[in-house]
């Protein structure tokens, strides 16, 4: 799909984990470095980076997840609900958006008077249709059902997830029809459940190692983890292009490697609405 500008967020010089454990194992200065190179790669297919500064009175890790703050289709931007909502990095998103889409929609507090819980994590449009992952402390059925709402014109279908990562972890967009999974047990109840769903019929590529799975397809550049040791990305065809960053530190923070940017098309006519 193509896209024009990425929203980061820069790494603050401390992060505050949940798992204490996890953090004292984290190099913050590789983290920043396989950062550097990520936007670097995104610059080089094409995007515009736009940095937000670290944060370094709120570090929460949460607040490093641009991809969980929004969902971005068409032109339109539905700010999203996530379980841990870091108030003032929305609020700096919502603002950098105001120049970037037609229009920016906040999800509401409750959808039929139940909460509504939505992390853009879950969501992952085909340019075809959206599927929304439903899980626990994650993306509920009332976050799907906003999403519904907003993007009527499109096919919305929730899928329910067994484990406690988001949907982008399981399955990704690889190219034009094609997705990327795994063979992990839950990767392939998840696919099972897609292709019953499903308005459009996909290609799968199904990768060995579950850590690779997540890649991020934009303007015919396929951005994927080198540092998991995947071959098989190398059977996918031109016009799609390999391009390969390390995130061994950054998936300590979180994953899936997505989440680390928000990417957005901006579109200055309704001839462009096309993926």
């Not at 990704?172 to 696919?191: F, H, P």
């Not at 060995?208 to 951005?223: D, G, P, Q, S, T």
């Amino acid at each position: 799909m193509r896209f024009t500008h990425a929203i980061v967020v820069r790494i603050p010089s401390k992060v505050k984990f949940d798992d204490k454990k996890l953090a004292k194992s984290v190099d913050l200065v590789a983290a920043r470095k396989e950062q550097e190179d990520l936007n670097e790669t995104l610059r080089e297919a094409g995007v515009d980076i736009i940095e937000l500064p670290p944060d370094d009175t709120n570090p929460d890790v949460a607040s490093l997840f641009p991809d969980d703050a929004a969902i971005i289709i068409n032109g339109t931007a539905l700010l999203t609900r996530p379980k841990k909502k870091d108030t003032a990095r929305h609020a700096e998103i919502k603002s950098v958006l105001r120049d970037l889409a037609w229009t920016i929609v906040e999800a509401p507090e409750t959808e039929h008077g139940k909460a509504v819980i939505l992390e853009g994590s879950d969501v992952l449009y085909t340019g075809k249709e959206i599927f929304v992952g439903l899980r626990k402390n994650g993306t509920n059925m009332e976050g799907a059902l906003v999403v519904g709402r907003i993007f009527a014109d499109l096919p919305v279908i929730p899928i329910q997830i067994g484990g406690k990562l988001p949907l982008k972890y399981y399955v990704s967009v690889a190219a034009d029809g094609v997705l990327t999974t795994s063979s992990d047990k839950e990767a392939v109840s998840i696919r099972n459940k897609m292709e019953r769903e499903a308005t459009h019929r996909y290609k799968v590529l199904t990768l060995e190692k579950e850590e690779a799975v997540n890649c991020i397809e934009v303007n015919h550049h396929l951005i994927f983890r080198t540092d998991v040791g995947e071959l098989k990305f190398g059977v996918l065809e031109r016009p799609t292009e390999l391009w390969g960053v390390t995130a061994t530190e950054l998936s300590k923070f979180g994953v899936p490697l997505s989440k680390f940017c928000l990417l957005v098309r901006k579109i200055r006519s309704s001839k462009n609405i096309l993926p």
